[in-house]
């Protein structure tokens, strides 16, 4: 199949959504400006991320991600979800400082200047692209690694339609409203002032992640749903996680597997059944239910 120019798609979508941010016009006699460069690579191409190496063994995909550090403006559900405290965790573990130095420059770039950011990004985009077309494989991206920014809003998705990207997110309000080559899970939260954003994404059938303290009960139940090992490969979540929960085992030190926080839920409110919502069942109607069998068996 022919593969689309994502240079013949910026000129048309990118651009005019937006303005790149480089003076290009200069007077007479006026000296050009230098275009701006931005002093940092954005994206790690290597898979140096356990997961995304996971991901894209065996497959014909190569991924690339991008690591930011996160905060209120990245991250907009966090404070709802509870979930930035394990998550700043794990963040920050990294080379005990130099990655998380990293990835707190690259998020100051963010909030500095979108426009450079989002023009760098797209270069190390393209490039990756390329570089993939070289070696016969599909390129994929995961650009919210450790925030949750609406990458569709800034065209991204659609500058590049022969990638794939997918990222986890704590906004329910983006499901499926991302272009087709962009697929979101949504990440669970038992934290009661989230629990507009759970309703709203068991409405559809979104892939739906949560992260289970010691161990995934794989094969049980959580709010209805068949819990799956998500642990295998982000894109298998993605191709088989449709109707299902992705069960995520907790990671990171000491002070992240003794988190109360309710980002993370326990091995035992899953469920050997589907109807059973969290252990809510009442006794008696195990009874009758009980007594019905028998009823039927004699
Ligand atoms: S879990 Fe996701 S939304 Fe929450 S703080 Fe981390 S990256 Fe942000």
């Known amino acids: 199949m022919a593969q689309k120019n994502p240079l013949q798609r910026q000129s048309k979508s990118c651009n005019l959504q937006r303005p790149l941010g480089v003076t290009t016009q200069k007077k007479r006699g006026e000296k050009p400006?230098?275009?701006?460069?931005?002093?940092m690579a954005l994206l790690n191409t290597a898979a140096g991320n356990t997961k995304i190496l996971k991901s894209q063994k065996g497959t014909d995909f190569r991924i690339a991600s991008l690591s930011l550090y996160p905060d209120d403006k990245i991250c907009p559900a966090a404070i709802l979800a509870?979930?930035?405290?394990?998550?700043?965790v794990s963040a920050g573990r990294g080379a005990m400082g130099t990655v998380a130095q990293g990835r707190k420059n690259k998020?100051?770039?963010?909030?500095?200047?979108?426009?450079?950011?989002?023009?760098?990004?797209?270069?190390?985009?393209?490039?990756?692209?390329k570089l993939c077309n070289k070696q016969g494989k599909r390129a994929a991206f995961r650009l919210n690694t450790i925030s949750?920014?609406?990458?569709?809003?800034?065209?991204?998705?659609?500058?590049?339609?022969?990638?794939l990207l997918y990222d986890y997110t704590k906004s329910?309000?983006?499901?499926?409203?991302?272009?087709e080559n962009y697929r979101l899970m949504f990440s669970y939260s038992q934290e009661t002032k989230y629990q507009k954003q759970v309703?709203?994404?068991?409405?559809?059938?979104?892939?739906?992640?949560?992260?289970?303290?010691?161990?995934v009960p794989e094969g049980s139940y959580f709010m209805g749903r068949e819990i799956i090992d998500g642990d295998k490969s982000d894109l298998i979540n993605l191709?088989?996680?449709?109707?299902?929960?992705?069960?995520?085992?907790?990671?990171?030190?000491?002070?992240?597997?003794?988190s109360q926080?309710?980002?993370?839920?326990e091995p035992w409110q899953a469920t050997n059944c589907p109807a059973q919502m969290q252990n809510d069942c009442n006794p008696h109607d195990l009874a009758t239910a009980g007594r019905g069998f028998a009823v039927a068996a004699e």
């Open 199 to 215: 309703a709203r994404a068991l409405e559809t059938d979104c892939p739906i992640a949560v992260v289970f303290r010691g161990f």
């Open 107 to 129: 998020t100051a770039f963010w909030h500095r200047d979108k426009d450079l950011f989002l023009e760098t990004l797209e270069k190390e985009m393209r490039n990756f692209i």
């Open 82 to 88: 509870g979930c930035k405290a394990p998550c700043l």
């Open 261 to 265: 926080s309710r980002f993370i839920v």
């Open 172 to 179: 329910a309000a983006r499901l499926g409203k991302t272009p």
């Open 239 to 258: 191709e088989k996680g449709q109707g299902k929960i992705i069960g995520l085992k907790l990671k990171g030190g000491k002070a992240t597997q003794q």
């Open 148 to 163: 949750d920014i609406p990458w569709e809003r800034y065209g991204l998705p659609d500058l590049f339609p022969e990638a």
């Open 33 to 39: 400006k230098l275009e701006r460069k931005a002093k």
